[in-house]
């Protein structure tokens, strides 16, 4: 069974926030990379995920329309999930624990009242042949208001 433990942390490192879930996750746990490029420049080849996420919210919202925006207004947090493996199996498990992991978690965040994350679309899992053998990536879309 998977642990719904919340985290608290500031909101202004969703990342951080993102990579704590994780690694409540035997699955996940290491998994999460900064890149998919070794210390040579070389592409990894092995099973891991790659998170994509914005520094500040893609759309502040405010209580009434007249009322200048500031940075402590609600924002609409987004950011992907890549997951990269060397089968379309291995992407397809670490890309379900992620949901698993996401859909309906609600962090907890130092003075704010976030939503729940919403899961708002997927891409097809696909073959980069680039590299010789290929590997397989997909991705999956997350937000949530805070």
Known sequence: MVSRKRWEMPL??????ITARFDTSPILTGKLRDTALDEHGKVVRGNYLLLFSTANPGE?????????QTADDVGRWEWTVRAVAVDPDGVRLLLREAFTLLVGWRPIVAGRRPSKVKHEGAEPIRPDRSLGSPLYFGEDDYSMRC
């Open 12 to 17: 202004a490192d969703i990342a951080a926030l």
């Open 60 to 68: 502040l919202v405010t209580d009434r329309h007249t009322k200048p």
